[in-house]
């Protein structure tokens, strides 16, 4: 059977955690149907092939490109998928996976399922599940061309989790006309919202900006917490666009949601509502958002968000 | 400048979903259908762009059905010069690769600066024709992009990424794909809507061919566990601890 190839995300050195949740997808599969899992780094990185081969790679191939260029990025996969004879590429379906997703496509004559959120093979082939029209409804695909790219939407999929140890090899990286020559505004400390395993997100009914604090204590006391918000916050100034949830904004999937003076508007839910446990907090217990969430407390945000703090390190320091 | 936009035909986002009797696709029975808000962005960075250099030309272009000449009319009144029709019954059903290549073929050989796209149509929500399209035509693309600037026959973009902001560089000619926050777009004011009347609209019947993804079925998402109420004010927050820790297990 043919190899899968799974193309890497790196940022500062780093492999995404959304790109080990890729491999594990393609482990599964390779396990399923035969061929390798070939994980390819398009930019430096020094990989780190216990954790690698523990998600699922067989082989790391490491294209050194200084940076992060889009087009070149994506020559360099089509080039190895060819050389190797993948039949399928997998990304994650971050904001850099879902542009490279369609230039991979582009190379390989393939078709491509963006953003999966469940992937199996059967006797025909694979079959691809993913969310459309804004999440209100999913689609099952198959893609009809001999070779297949799809990208994964984050916390979808599992790393292998088995011990294995990747072996390494280094290939040519393509040249791209695009070049990523700077990053502004990087976030310290938290981490992003698409990617956090725990959100804890703040719309208009936390009244205004000065009152973050208590939603970033809430935070703090949830380890791996990252911030979200609303659109409406974001419009007014409170917060940053890299933290809006939601159509306009980004798609997340966490594990727990809690969304605090959200009135869960049809777009915000567009971006959350796939999230596994969703908690809402809001006074009027009319609000939209508590048709979606697994447990709702009606309530002045302001009141319960010290008390739901002070609760959590109660509990962490017993 | 020579600007081109591509636009497509979507439900409102405010559509309620109802599968259609095949099973695979969108009931359209009482769907309103908009001009994608993405491609809003697209149209008016293209119309920005051609003011700010005070002279060129902004051509769109749609693959879709007769009813797309509706939206393109609608682009022809916020201000672009004119306008093209990609007419096929199969457009709206068109997955992003056999979309991207109808698309490349119709703008290969014409002469351009910049290809606009919208980040993603709301419908199925690929992200991925404006990058296929622009690798197709051989040509750089810059994603989702927040802010723009031409000068020098480069382009020098910046688009959010996970954990920060990434400014890109490419030179012309290049594809964008604009994302909220690139600017807000006009409204098609009266006189616009009048002269667009008169703005070349061309339709060119097209052949798609065999799609390069199959639609197996579609359904309502899956459904979630009923929530409940856990009780009110601050009274319920070790309630609501003890089912996150014990019933959920999240924490
Ligand atoms: C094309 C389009 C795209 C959009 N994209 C997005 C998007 O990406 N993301 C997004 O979020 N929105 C998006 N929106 C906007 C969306 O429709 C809503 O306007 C927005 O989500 C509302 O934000 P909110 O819930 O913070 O504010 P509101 O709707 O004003 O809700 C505030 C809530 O706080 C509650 N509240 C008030 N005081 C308190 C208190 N003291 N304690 C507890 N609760 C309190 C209220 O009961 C209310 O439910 C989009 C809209 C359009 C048209
Ligand atoms: N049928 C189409 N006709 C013209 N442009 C399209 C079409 N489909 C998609 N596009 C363009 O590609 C962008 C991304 O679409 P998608 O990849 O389908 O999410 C849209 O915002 C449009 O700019």
Known sequence: ?318 | MEILVCVKRVPATTTRVTVGPDGKSLDPTGVEYVLNPYDEFAVEEALRLKEAAGEGSVTAFSFGGAEAQKELRTVLAMGADAAVLLQSEAAAAADGATTARVLAEALRGRSFDLILFGKQAVDLDQHGVGPMVATLLGIPCISEVVALEVADGKVTAEREVEGGREVVEAPLPCAVTAQKGLNEPRYASLKGIMAAKKKPLEVVEVDPGEAAVEVVSMSPPPPRPPGRIVGEGPDAVPELLRLLQEEAKVL
């Not at chain 1, 995300?9 to 080990?20: C, H």
């Not at chain 1, 996976?97 to 230039?103: H, N, S």
């Not at chain 1, 007014?236 to 666009?241: D, F, K, L, V």
């Open chain 1, 1 to 318: 059977m043919a190899d899968i190839l799974v193309v890497l995300e790196v940022r500062d050195g780093k492999v995404r955690p959304a790109s080990l949740q890729a491999l594990g997808a393609a482990r599964g599969l390779a396990d399923a149907r035969g061929g390798r899992v070939l994980a390819l780094a398009t930019e430096a990185v020094e990989p780190d092939l216990e954790a690698l081969g523990g998600a699922g790679a067989d082989e790391v191939l490491v294209a050194g490109a200084e940076a992060h260029s889009p087009d070149g990025a994506a020559a360099t996969a089509v080039r190895v998928a060819g050389e190797e004879g993948a039949d399928l590429v997998l990304l994650a379906a971050t904001i850099r996976g879902r542009d490279l997703c369609g230039r991979i496509a582009a190379g390989l004559e393939a078709g491509f399922a963006p953003d999966c959120t469940a992937l199996e093979a059967d006797g025909e082939g694979l079959l691809f599940e993913r969310p459309v029209y804004a999440g209100k409804a999913r689609m099952q695909v198959r893609i009809r061309t001999p070779k297949a790219v799809a990208s994964l939407r984050p916390n979808f999929f599992q790393p292998a989790g088995r011990s294995h140890s990747a072996t390494r090899r280094d290939v040519p990286a393509e040249e791209g006309k695009a070049r990523v020559v700077e990053m502004k505004g990087r976030q310290e400390g938290r981490p992003d919202v698409a990617e956090a395993r725990i959100i804890v997100s703040g719309g208009r009914g936390l009244g205004g900006p000065e009152n973050w604090p208590l939603l970033e204590a809430l935070a703090d006391a949830l380890p791996g917490a990252a911030l979200g918000a609303s659109r409406a916050v974001v419009d007014a100034g409170w917060r940053p666009h890299s933290e809006q949830v939601g159509q306009t904004g980004k798609t997340v999937s966490p594990e727990l949601y809690i969304a605090v003076g959200i009135s869960g508007a049809i777009q915000h839910l567009a971006g959350m509502s796939t999230s596994k446990v969703i908690v809402a907090i809001n006074k009027d217990a009319e609000a939209p958002i508590f048709q979606h969430a697994t447990y709702g407390v009606v309530g002045d945000a302001l009141e319960i968000l010290p008390k739901l703090t002070e609760a959590l390190k109660a509990a962490q320091a017993g």
